[in-house]
């Protein structure tokens, strides 16, 4: 999605206070198939007590990128761990104070995908309880840009 540097993402913050969400175009293929690059995705601000198992979160990783993947469990040190759809392996743990929202709907071409839509949350479930779908993904993926 981009590389940001300290003052961006604090401005980031700020338009979520006053607009409660924000358009990114999607970039790269993490979240295969579910985004695709260039998909526009919209997310909206969200409190910690908020976020739930299966959550596609949007959040600064520690090399100052914008990152949108899919929250897994929260630590006891109040760090978050994600992973993209189609990733083999987990993000850094993120700390409670990168994270800058959640993934509230998909514009795909001529598709709206909403976070409640069934079609949204099945794909969630089955991403998190069969890990063999991301290794499918990734081999698929590896394969067709080859």
Known sequence: MGQYDRSTFDLLHKVF????EI????AGNSMYPLIKEGNDSVFTKVSPSEIKR??????RDDKGRLIGHRFYYKDPSNFYYCKGDSNLSFDRPIPENHILGKLKKIQKK?????EHDWTYKIWGSLVIHIPLISRLLRKYLNVRNS
């Open 17 to 20: 206070a006053r607009e409660q």
């Open 23 to 26: 358009h990114i175009t999607s």
């Open 54 to 59: 299966g959550d596609i979160l949007l959040f």
């Open 110 to 114: 001529n598709i709206l995908l909403h």
